[in-house]
C-alpha cells in the first residue's frame, strides 16, 4: 500500500488516466473525487463485496440448477 499525505485541492494519477482529488477535509471524513474513463467501474468498499457476495450467491444457485437437470 503507498499511504501520501495530500492537501485539500492536491491530486494523485493512477495509470495515466485516473485522478484522484482530494476535495475537502472535515474533522475524521475526507471527500474525494475521483476522474476516470467510463469503462473503469469504481465502486465504495461495501458495495463492491456486497456485489461479489451476490455474484457467488448467484453463482452457487446456478450450479445447483444445474445439477438438478443433469438427474
Known sequence: MLALTRKTGDAIMINNN???TVLEVRGDQVK???SAPK???IYRKEVYLE???ENQ???SMDDL???KNLL
Open 32 to 34: 474525494i473525487g475521483i
Open 57 to 59: 450467491e448467484a453463482l
Open 51 to 53: 456485489i461479489q457476495k
Open 39 to 41: 469503462e473503469v467501474s
Open 18 to 20: 485516473i485522478e484522484i
Open 65 to 67: 440448477e444445474a445439477l
